[in-house]
């Protein structure tokens, strides 16, 4: 009961607008960087042969969605879907 009340304020709390405000502020200050450790993050995860299938299609499926340009959106998402592979929400 104590774990599924903290994933459900975990995923509240990534689901706000005020964490959709400081994504924004990130990527229009550090858009860059942001891109760069995404991409290296997901390729890094895509070539260790170690991670599970379902990890690295998670990665593939992100890499494809961070191709073009970045959102907000689409990176409050990924920290979901991410937190939701572990377990965490």
Do not use: W
């Amino acid at each position: 009961m104590k774990e599924q009340k903290m994933k459900n304020l975990t995923l509240k709390f990534y689901k706000n607008q005020e964490r959709m405000k400081l994504l924004d502020c990130q990527l229009k200050k550090c858009y860059k960087q942001t891109d760069n450790l995404l991409k290296k993050t997901l390729s890094t995860v895509i070539d260790t042969n170690d991670n599970s299938p379902s990890l690295i299609k998670h990665a593939q499926k992100y890499q494809r969605i961070f191709k073009n340009k970045i959102t907000a959106k689409d990176l409050n998402q990924y920290d979901i879907d991410s937190l939701k592979m572990v377990g965490l929400v």
